[in-house]
């Protein structure tokens, strides 16, 4: 069992970063990890995945504003956020793949945090 646990949400104006972290209480180094969002009446998204050895994907287009990264001796994950849109508000979620399952289309992350609330204002 992984517990992950979000912070850094909050409330910026467009064009403003953020940085998200993830905490994972067990070791990460061995699978896929990633970030979700969900926005209030709109599907869950995939936002972004980084593989053990730092391969990353991202959706298209986010491509360019977001960076994720993980640093794997901390048990840690990040989602570094540039030039926020309104359209980037949503609830967004830290993921965590079974162990030594690496990252594909058809990843199934079993582990979630409980959300991080981030809130781009125009």
């Known amino acids: 069992q992984v517990q992950l646990e979000e912070s850094g949400g909050g409330s910026v104006q467009a064009g403003g970063s953020l940085r998200l972290s993830c905490a994972a209480s067990?070791?990460?180094?061995?699978?896929?990890m990633g970030w979700f969002r969900q926005a209030p009446g709109k599907e869950r998204e995939g936002v972004a995945t980084?593989?053990?050895?730092?391969?990353?994907t991202y959706a298209d287009s986010l491509k360019g504003r977001f960076t994720i990264s993980r640093d794997n001796a901390k048990n840690m994950l990040y989602l570094q956020m540039n030039s926020l849109k309104p359209e980037d508000t949503a609830m967004y979620y830290c993921?965590?793949?079974?162990?030594?399952?690496?990252?594909?289309?058809?990843?199934?992350?079993?582990?979630w945090g409980q959300g991080t609330q981030v809130t781009v204002s125009s």
């Open positions: 993921v965590a793949a079974f162990a030594w399952q690496y990252c594909s289309g058809s990843t199934h992350f079993g582990y």
């Open positions: 067990r070791i990460i180094a061995n699978r896929c």
């Open positions: 980084i593989d053990s050895d730092g391969d990353t």
